[in-house]
């Protein structure tokens, strides 16, 4: 292990010269002044004085001191084996977090046990990811001890953080790079030393670059030198040299922390290098916010979580910046960042949990809308942050083609009545994202119905055997099999006062079967008409998954054996099966309300119900699956979303012509829609890309027709 890390320094040394030099710029650059003084970081000497000199924060003082008087009480802890994923650390059966076994030094504890059901792991990996608690719970006290310091000035809180870096000196080198895959040496490319990944590496050595700088003037000289040389620089050239393989593409979220892990350790310990890497590199912050925002203002991955975790790592490197001058603050591609989640939230602020997320909403980038407030001025984030302005106002976003994301987003209604649907058609998002092609989630009656399930958790089997298994998802599947990876197109979209729609395709998904979706939306109903076309016959699987108690009317259901075994068709349970009609209609209730869906057949279908997995472990959401057995086919529905099913009582298919020929439903549909109140609308649609003279019932259309 040592020879390795012998041959392999040298090599990264060169690699991070080569990538440092290749990547700054050559002319135009911003001058990085450093002043010679700290602390300069998270906080600078004036702003220190002025906290202490201030009457009304001694309060907030004495808190800091008295949680610094309780760390020391204990002491740090200095762990001295390797961390591993911090997701084992959390029981696979039932997604709770562990806790230690016993109380003691935390070096002595090596059983763990799940609250919930009492499992008690001690292998390997359960091992590794609690080392990384240990490893974060010490660069966050190494901080609260810093900044009690630098507020007081007494040596008793800076000497254990002292100490705690001369052991991590000591340790650095001596630990294996690893990745949470079981790859050692070399071979973990993206592996960390005290963590598995470059990734919280990066993110645990900016927070101790920080308690760093905090006590660096009660450092000697060559204390202050060690320090930096030996770990804090060398963690962050480590990390620059192996990204310089190209392993973690640029655009990833994690080389936005990379780029912060420069500039802040290279600002704390004066390395004017490493900061214009960060922000000038060939992969640094200028670069990634060219490359990996959308035009639409949505990070690329195309999960809210990542958008908001890019974010965090974007504020630091900018927070850092802003000590020696830098500004974006005049950047539009930089503050659509703070837009683009208000072009994807619902009525009620939350929104889906598409590609790897977990549900999320507004709310959750309260803090995030704050600073955005602060650092670009516009009013419009300070009614997100919760921040009393004259000017504050919120967003009322409008049913919108987010074509450089690849999602289109339908909106109807007012208050009570507001429907959204969101139709996922383009980027696959990078790792994180799903096969998951013309995937429709809808919002209505003050909450979300057809959901995605996102990633439940990443320490789970479901995580891979459900979220990222194409059956979880509201879209077709072709022979049980998950689609490939494709970037969809949109080939139709408008919006008008009374209805929006949009036809959007893919052709990649199922090599050889070309799908498309056409949905239109009113204050009252939602048509969603999913056109598959190939030369060869095929299981095709129509699913939706709805929130609800599920109910119909339908006397034909009887027990069936599961849809499948394998390809996430194994947690479709409870499963219950009819010979599909010509209209059949299910309720997904809520209250006293429900969603209403009319399901109209070609007389060839079976159609199962049951109970799929929902955004949590344990969460049971019923599940709609229409099965046909063809090469081409479609399948119509129209969601009721009146709550009370009066928008829609009867609906007719009607006869689509072309030159006197009768066209097939996945060639063109036409409906005609009538409600209660016995006022009728007729909606069409042609799939057809060179049909131009299709006619409905004597009505001439292009793409579709709604009057």
């Given at each position: ?15 991070s ?10 002319d ?34 004495d ?21 591993n994923?911090?997701?084992y ?11 230690p ?5 935390p070096?002595?504890?090596?059983s ?12 390997e990996?359960?091992v590794?990811?609690y ?16 900044l009690a ?12 953080v ?59 000289e ?29 655009m990833?979220n994690h080389?936005?922390?990379f ?17 214009k ?13 060219e ?15 990542y958008?908001r975790?890019?974010?965090s ?21 930089l503050k ?9 939230a ?6 889906p949990?598409t ?7 507004l ?21 997100y ?7 504050g106002?919120k ?9 450089s ?17 969101f139709?996922?058609?383009g ?28 990633r439940?958790?990443y320490?789970?089997p ?12 509201n ?12 970037r969809g197109?949109l080939?139709?979209f ?35 008409v ?15 998954h ?15 054996a ?7 068709y ?22 006293n ?12 279908s ?8 929902g955004?949590?472990l ?6 709609l699956?229409?099965r ?16 009370d ?25 036409g ?9 009728s ?15 409905c019932?004597g ?9």
């Amino acid at each position: 292990m040592t020879r390795n890390i012998s041959y392999a320094l040298p090599l990264i040394f060169c690699l991070s010269v080569l990538y440092l030099i290749a990547g700054l710029r050559a002319d135009g650059e911003f001058e990085i002044r450093i002043p010679e003084s700290h602390p300069r970081l998270a906080y600078t000497a004036k702003e220190i004085e002025a906290w202490k000199n201030d009457a009304s924060q001694s309060g907030e003082i004495d808190k800091i001191v008295r949680k610094a008087d309780k760390i020391l009480e204990v002491g740090l802890y200095v762990p001295e084996q390797e961390g591993n994923w911090a997701f084992y650390y959390k029981c696979p059966k039932c997604n709770a977090g562990l806790k230690p076994e016993k109380s003691g030094k935390p070096g002595s504890i090596n059983s763990h046990v799940c609250p919930k059901c009492g499992r008690k792991y001690k292998d390997e990996k359960t091992v590794g990811g609690y080392i990384t608690r240990l490893n974060n719970l010490l660069n966050k006290e190494c901080f609260d001890l810093a900044l009690a310091y630098a507020l007081t000035g007494k040596k008793k809180y800076s000497e254990p953080v002292r100490k705690a870096f001369f052991k991590l000196v000591d340790i650095y080198p001596k630990l294996q790079r690893h990745d949470r895959w079981g790859r050692k040496g070399l071979l973990a490319v993206v592996g960390g030393r005290r963590y598995c990944q470059h990734l919280t590496e990066g993110i645990g050595c900016m927070k101790l670059a920080e308690a760093y700088d905090l006590i660096a003037n009660s450092l000697s000289e060559e204390d202050s030198k060690k320090i930096c040389d030996e770990f804090l620089v060398k963690t962050a050239r480590e990390i620059l040299g192996y990204n310089a393989f190209g392993v973690v593409g640029g655009m990833n979220n994690h080389q936005t922390w990379f780029n912060a892990t420069y500039v802040v350790i290279g600002y704390a310990t004066g390395d004017r290098d490493l900061v214009k890497t960060g922000l000038f590199g060939s992969r640094g912050l200028e670069w990634q916010i060219e490359k990996s925002i959308t035009d639409d203002g949505i990070w690329y991955e195309g999960t809210m979580d990542y958008h908001r975790y890019a974010m965090s790592a974007i504020v630091e490197t900018l927070d850092a910046a802003k000590r020696f001058g830098y500004s974006l603050k005049d950047s539009v591609r930089l503050k659509s960042l703070w837009l683009g989640p208000l072009q994807m939230a619902c009525p009620d602020g939350s929104i889906p949990a598409t590609n790897d997320s977990n549900p999320s909403s507004l709310a959750g980038f309260k803090g995030l809308y704050r600073w955005g407030y602060n650092y670009f001025g516009d009013p419009i984030f300070a009614s997100y942050a919760g921040i009393a302005t004259d000017k504050g106002m919120k967003i009322q976003p409008e049913s919108k083609a987010l074509e450089s994301l690849g999602m289109a987003a339908l909106r109807a209604g007012k208050n009570d009545g507001a429907a959204c649907a969101f139709l996922d058609y383009g980027i696959h998002g990078g790792g994180h994202g799903h096969p998951d092609k013309l995937n429709l989630m809808l919002y209505a009656l003050g909450r979300e119905f057809l959901v995605d399930p996102g990633r439940i958790s990443y320490s789970v089997p479901e995580f891979e055997t459900w979220c990222r298994k194409t059956v979880s998802h509201n879209t077709v599947v072709i022979n049980g099999r998950d689609q490939r990876p494709d970037r969809g197109q949109l080939e139709f979209f408008e919006s008008k006062d009374s209805y929006t729609a949009c036809l959007a395709s893919s052709a990649r998904a199922y090599p050889g079967h070309i799908l498309k979706r056409f949905l239109l939306l009113t204050d009252g109903f939602l048509v969603d008409v999913f056109s598959v076309h190939g030369d060869k016959k095929v299981k095709i699987d129509w699913l939706a998954h709805s929130y609800g108690t599920f109910e119909t009317k339908e006397k034909l259901f009887e027990p069936s054996a599961k849809t499948g075994d394998k390809n996430g068709y194994q947690h479709l349970e409870d499963v219950m099966q009819a010979q599909g009609s010509q209209h059949m209609t299910f309720d997904f209730k809520t209250g006293n309300k429900f969603l209403r869906m009319h399901c109209l057949g070609d007389g060839d279908s079976t159609v199962f119900t049951g109970q799929g997995i929902g955004t949590k472990l344990k969460e049971r959401v019923p599940f709609l699956l229409r099965r046909r057995n063809a090469d081409s086919t479609v399948v119509i529905t129209v969601y009721d979303l009146t709550g009370d099913g009066s928008a829609v009582s009867k609906i007719e298919i009607l006869s689509v012509t072309s030159d006197g020929r009768e066209m097939k439903g996945w060639e063109a549909s036409g409906l005609k829609i009538t409600g209660k109140s016995g006022s009728s609308k007729t909606v069409a649609v042609s799939f057809k890309d060179s049909e131009t003279k299709t006619s409905c019932v004597g009505s001439a259309f292009e793409n579709y027709l709604f009057k």
